[in-house]
């Protein structure tokens, strides 16, 4: 086969590029690297001066070459380097707006729901999850009839997803007040289309809900280092968004609702206690 190749490169005057992904992959699955010889010795099998194949070998690491015997490095020669980066946030985001620009009717994504989309996937996965976060916030939009992606619809389909132990969430651990706030944080989502609201409409919706429970509000400084407990142990969204502080949940608003009413209860009966 590559007899044939080289030769046909040479009669056509066509070059080759062969792009071998996870080449270290191939090889830690005891999969026989001759292949890598022979390629590397391909311009061997046909008489032409000029060079028809060039490789790019793609691997996590350069921890597969030390399996290679000394004849495969000598035929393969100095190899230039190249090192990529993990994507960062906004190249993700650009990714994920050239997706739902091919896939969806113009106006179904808006830019924050992409944003939104990309705040979530940065910490689980990145790329790959926001695709496929995309998708099923898609499918969940059209489960719905509805004309556009909401930022329920990235919720839920995020709830959907399998992530083992991340994406789960305890309100019960919380304290009393961060129960509050973050009860708060969820009504003041609600029915919501976009996903994020100011951190001075979540200071009303926890003072509402204190009134609510009977509870005296805490000061709005100290609420505002509740949100940084918060956003660190991963229950919101915390982010600077056109100078203004800015403020989420990667969860179902309902199902959150759902269950800080229960560990409110709790929570409640337990503060009353003499």
């Known amino acids: 086969m590559l007899t044939i190749v080289a030769r046909t490169l040479s009669q056509k005057d066509y070059c080759l590029v062969i792009a071998l992904d996870e080449v270290d992959t191939y090889l830690n699955e005891g999969h026989d690297p001759k292949i890598l010889y022979m390629l590397s010795r391909a311009h061997e099998l046909y008489q032409d001066p000029t060079p028809r194949v060039s490789l790019i070998y793609i691997s ?6 030390r399996k290679l015997d000394k004849a495969t490095l000598d035929t393969i ?24 620009e091919e896939a969806f009717k113009r106006g179904a ?11 979530i996937s940065i910490s689980y996965g990145g790329v790959r999850y926001g695709l496929e976060l995309l998708l099923e916030a ?23 997803i399998p992530k083992g132990v991340n994406g789960a969430y305890y309100p019960g651990e919380l304290s009393l007040h961060k129960q509050l706030l973050l009860k708060g944080i969820v009504d003041t989502l ?9 951190i001075e409409e979540v200071y009303e919706g926890y003072q509402s809900v204190c009134e609510a429970y009977g509870e005296e509000p805490e000061d709005e400084s100290t609420i505002r280092s509740y949100l940084k407990d918060l956003n660190q142990d991963g229950y919101i969204l915390l982010k600077e968004e056109e100078g203004e502080n800015v403020v989420s949940t990667e969860f179902p608003v309902d199902r959150m609702a759902k269950a800080l009413e229960a560990s409110l209860k709790h929570a409640k009966q337990a503060s009353e206690k003499p």
């Open 77 to 100: 020669g100095r190899v230039s380097l190249v090192q990529l980066q993990p994507y960062g946030h906004q190249e993700l985001r650009d990714i994920l707006a050239y997706r739902a």
């Open 138 to 160: 898609g499918g969940q939009a059209e489960a719905d009839n509805a004309n556009s992606v909401r930022a329920e619809h990235v919720r839920r389909a995020h709830a959907n």
């Open 109 to 119: 994504v808006s830019e924050s729901i992409i944003d939104f989309i990309a705040d």
């Open 190 to 198: 609600g029915g919501r289309a976009e996903p994020y609201t100011l």
């Open 60 to 65: 996590r690491s350069l921890e597969w070459m």
